[in-house]
């Protein structure tokens, strides 16, 4: 412990060392380029759950449900059913399942193999079943992390950037019917304020517009824009997000994901 | 045999460029995880994943981030050019500066967030100075 603190004081005192001028206490962030202002951090689903872990206990148990083995439908369902798998993979974590937590690192992997990125995953599915065997919870939710972003930096490098979006899509959207479920049972103003998320829902709709118009037209994806459509009102909510507000995001993201599940 | 061996020259200098760039993005980043290390001791979990670019002295750049109330944040960014001084702070989305703490020192910056409220907050890097004439930097981001 001393020695933590330790690299903690040393770490700041060489701070004072640099000459960096005070921050304003204010910008003007409509004054900005827009150029400047062209990434979006997509958190991942422990920055979410971590806090639901801190307002209460859930029962993890009743939000988890089984993923598919195998890959269903076109490329784009794949994308976003892959996105959900890995979503429930932190689930399972929270639920403490290792057996489901297995289950799905292969499943990640059968899916990953057929949207064309199973080299890349590999490594990451091994990780998460080793991980789940000796109920290293830690490790494996920074596997399933890593394997999002490898999954997404793989697709990005077969020029699938689009596919990459459905994969974040996919696991959002389950991760908003998990938490939902969650606030649903036990509501507190907290737990529904994690709703609020403005900026990740304009970053997809635009991601969404941006697609080629043959991929805009796949009736999962149009699914999947409408139902942000219909989310827009109670995310971009600047007031307290009350139980019915909960419900209805519930109620779509059950909705999208039911579809994303389906043959 | 000319031309062949002026387009072979070519396509090496490219890579090398390339292979350049890169590297000084992965240095980058290397300071950036270096400056987080004393951080995942004290409980945090560091993001796999990465933001980075270069910029040149004196330029912003915004990456608009999802923050949820009750958890903490950290964000470390690191440069591989060692007289530079970069900079990164945190704002909500009225623009007021949401950062509880910050430091800065050679190769690093770094800016901690207890968010007041869930939503969206704006994280602005800067090379304040460097004798470069465009600077690496990487920011990764650690929660607790």
Do not use: C
């Amino acid at each position: 412990m001393k020695k933590r603190g330790f690299a903690l004081l040393l770490l700041s005192s060489l701070a004072t060392s640099a000459i960096a001028s005070d921050p304003p206490r204010h910008i003007d962030l409509g004054a900005m380029p827009a150029t400047v202002v062209d990434d979006v951090i997509v958190p991942v689903p422990s920055e979410v759950f971590g806090v639901l872990d801190k307002l209460g206990t859930p029962n993890w148990h009743e939000v988890l449900r089984p993923t598919q083995s195998n890959a269903i439908g076109e490329r784009a369902q794949v994308a976003l059913l892959l996105g959900t798998v890995i979503a429930e993979g932190f689930i399972a974590v929270e639920a403490q399942e290792s057996e489901e937590v297995k289950k799905i690192g292969r499943n990640v992997l059968n899916l990953a193999s057929a949207v064309g990125v199973r080299k890349s995953v590999a490594a990451r599915s091994k990780a998460i079943i080793d991980a789940a065997d000796r109920k290293d919870w830690q490790r494996v939710r920074l596997e399933l992390d890593g394997a999002l972003t490898d999954v997404k930096t793989a697709m990005i490098e077969l020029h699938d950037e689009q596919l990459a979006q459905l994969v974040s899509l996919g696991g959002w959207l389950r991760g908003t019917e998990a938490l939902t479920t969650v606030v649903n049972r036990s509501y507190s103003k907290d737990g529904a304020e994690l709703l609020r998320q403005p900026a990740l829902l304009e970053y997809f709709q635009r991601r969404l517009k941006e697609m080629e118009p043959r991929l805009r037209k796949n009736q999962l994806v149009a699914k999947v824009s409408e139902s942000l459509v219909a989310m827009k009102p109670v995310i971009e909510e600047t007031g307290d997000v009350s139980a019915k507000d909960v419900e209805k995001i519930h109620d779509i993201s059950a909705d999208v994901v039911h579809a994303v599940n389906t043959r | 045999m000319k031309t062949f061996s002026r387009i072979l020259t070519a396509i090496l200098i490219f890579g090398l460029f390339v292979h350049r760039a890169s590297a000084t993005l992965d240095d980058a980043l290397s300071f950036a995880l270096e400056a987080a290390d004393p951080y995942v001791k004290e409980g945090f979990t560091v993001r796999e994943d990465y933001w980075g670019g270069d910029l040149g002295v004196k330029q912003k750049k915004a990456i608009m981030q999802q923050l949820f109330k009750g958890n903490e944040y950290w964000f470390w960014m690191g440069t591989d050019v060692s007289n530079a001084v970069v900079s990164v702070h945190v704002y909500d989305s009225d623009g007021n500066l949401a950062e509880v703490e910050s430091w800065h020192k050679a190769h690093f910056a770094a800016a901690r967030v207890t968010p007041k409220h869930s939503g969206s907050y704006y994280l602005i890097v800067e090379i304040e100075k460097s004798d470069e004439e465009r600077t690496h930097w990487a920011l990764a981001y650690g929660f607790r």
